[in-house]
């Protein structure tokens, strides 16, 4: 069976559970109306099927490889590549002025799961290039933006991030990666970066790197960085690619997925930058590539997710064992189990995927300091929860298939395989999680008990028209408020940390409820109140052991000494 888009589900949850209307009601996104937005998902849900998806497994098969110093990408890449930014899903959400569409991004997070669940080693590359447009929008020189985004835009050039180095993983303020000034306003930038998402290809004019390195006066830490543009040819007078930059892809990582997704070791030996935002701010510039990667990412989990399901269920609706009403291993009790537990926590991650989007576009096009903290909170949440969801449906559709889903042949076990690496990258999910209940904290908890104030208010209706599936919802909200409370009252941020994930996967459980009541509500009757049923019922009590965990404080990590531990 091959990957079909799911823009009815996109649909439902915008029109009927996410409350959309929020951001076309705003005058900046006032055009994306019902008929617009039918037309921008089916469209793009074609290019995915049609395009992508038969490129999956051509990736996994024929991995990118280096030739002589040049990246040969996978069988269909280039034409794969050329259907995305002809389509215009590159620069969905960037500004009209350099050749954008200015669309919510709600909807190129929707279209960017679309992709992830079609082919995710190519997906990759548009997600590089939609961050490095960001940040270049919001940071960089107007002689920068109107020389590079055009070209980023239209995907004639390709756009990477350089953070890691083999000394500085997430401790990024351990970079080495050097800068110096060449006395005509740009830097000479030296030094080597691993785990380079697309850092080259075959099919792009240019290929751009944002790259985070220390000037001569940089202060050690985190403090001292500054971000670099750095092209691998150097624009000419006319601004088309010129000379060669004093940089080269050293090798490709060998991983256990994402195979057609080349990862380059970088290296840059005096290689001409351009300085993006303020000197030893370069961190925060970055961020802002990074904020758009990391909801993304828990797109490509939920997409991955997506595709997982559809395998499993067309192998369960096939596969002939035993005795069962229709014949096959789909009426199995423990079949369904699965296969419903796969469906109800993709929905749930979905509608935090999209609930977070839609509070970025409400921040953007308002302002509305209340929807900047919401879109800060989820952003974590989404991230890993979305990713947590793509691994675990991933191994649940290898449970479906039996003994070929441990087989190769059969395709199972690559979405495992692809999907892993989602909770490690773009800050792994246990720095998210720390992040939820540390920096997102800060305001003493006011936007996480903003959100649950409103879910009892909205779900206190449900108390009475269907108990059994609001009083649930409720009361789940209730107690992670009370948990919320007693986290922010801990001075000693270790405390926090110690249950900072049990706290996120608590949280993400109590959204996922809120959404399926939502959806409950809006399909009396229907599969979607099934599924809510189900969800609510069965998935939403592993709540309260997370919470118990969230609360248990850092004591026990510690009562084993190390050599205890290694004993």
């Given amino acids: 069976m091959s990957y079909c888009a799911p823009v009815s589900e996109y649909e439902f949850l915008l029109r009927n559970v996410l409350k959309f209307n929020r951001v076309t009601e705003t005058e900046r996104f006032s055009e994306a109306t019902d008929d617009l937005v039918h037309a921008i998902l089916t469209e793009a849900a074609k290019m995915c099927d049609e395009v992508m998806a038969p490129l999956n497994r051509a990736g996994d098969l024929h991995p990118a490889r280096l030739e002589n110093g040049v990246v040969r990408t996978s069988p269909g890449f280039a034409e794969g590549w050329k259907a995305i930014a002809e389509g215009g899903w590159i620069s969905m959400s960037a500004s009209p002025e350099y050749g954008g569409m200015g669309l919510p991004h709600t909807l190129t997070t929707a279209v960017n799961e679309m992709m992830s669940g079609a082919c995710l080693s190519l997906q990759m590359a548009p997600l590089m290039s939609q961050g490095q447009i960001e940040a270049l929008e919001h940071h960089a020189s107007d002689e920068i933006k109107a020389l590079y985004l055009p070209k980023l835009m239209s995907g004639e050039w390709s756009g990477t991030m350089n953070l890691t180095e083999p000394q500085a993983g997430s401790d990024v303020g351990a970079l080495t990666s050097k800068a110096v000034p060449n006395g005509d306003g740009t830097y000479a930038i030296s030094g080597q970066k691993i785990f380079i998402s697309w850092g080259d290809n075959d099919f792009t004019e240019n290929v751009c790197h944002l790259v985070l390195a220390r000037l001569p006066d940089g202060a050690p830490g985190t403090r001292g960085i500054s971000l670099f543009l750095v092209p691998k040819l150097i624009p000419d007078e006319n601004g088309n690619p010129g000379r060669a930059n004093s940089l080269r892809v050293v090798s490709l990582e060998h991983k256990m997925g994402l195979h057609g997704s080349p990862t380059c070791v970088m290296e840059y030996d005096g290689a001409t930058g351009w300085l993006i935002g303020e000197p030893h701010k370069g961190l925060a510039c970055m961020f802002t590539m990074m904020n758009n990667a990391r909801l993304g990412v828990g797109g490509q989990g939920v997409g991955v997710a997506e595709a997982a399901l559809q395998k499993a269920l067309a192998y369960a609706l096939e596969r002939k064992q035993g005795k069962t009403p229709s014949g096959t291993i789909i009426d199995h009790a423990d079949v369904r189990r699965m296969l419903l537990e796969m469906k109800a926590d993709i929905f749930a991650s979905r509608a935090i995927l999209l609930a977070c989007a839609i509070a970025i576009d409400v921040a953007n096009a308002t302002g509305d300091e209340a929807y900047k903290a919401r879109a800060a909170l989820l952003t974590p949440i989404a991230k890993t929860f979305g990713t947590e969801t793509g691994i675990r449906v991933a191994e649940l559709g290898q449970q479906v298939h039996g003994g070929m889903g441990f087989i190769e042949e059969t395709g199972a076990a690559q979405y495992y395989r692809d999907v892993r690496v989602t909770s490690i990258y773009e800050g792994t999910n246990g720095i998210q999680a720390m992040d939820l209940v540390g920096r997102k904290m800060m305001d003493g908890g006011e936007a996480a008990i903003r959100m649950l104030e409103e879910i009892e208010a909205r779900t206190e209706a449900a108390r ?104």
């Fill in 464 to 567: 009475s028209s269907i108990p059994d599936l609001g009083t649930p919802v409720w009361e789940s909200a209730e107690n992670l408020r009370e948990v919320t409370e007693w986290l922010v009252e801990q001075t000693d941020m270790n405390e926090r940390f110690a249950g900072a994930l049990p706290y996120l996967r608590a949280f993400a459980r109590v959204l996922g409820g809120f959404a399926h009541l939502g959806a409950a509500l809006a399909d009396p009757g229907g599969p979607r109140e099934k599924l809510a049923r189900f969800y609510i019922h069965r998935m939403l009590p592993e709540h309260a052991s997370l919470l118990e965990q969230a609360r248990a404080g850092a004591g026990d990590l510690y009562a084993l000494t190390n050599d205890e531990l290694a004993a």
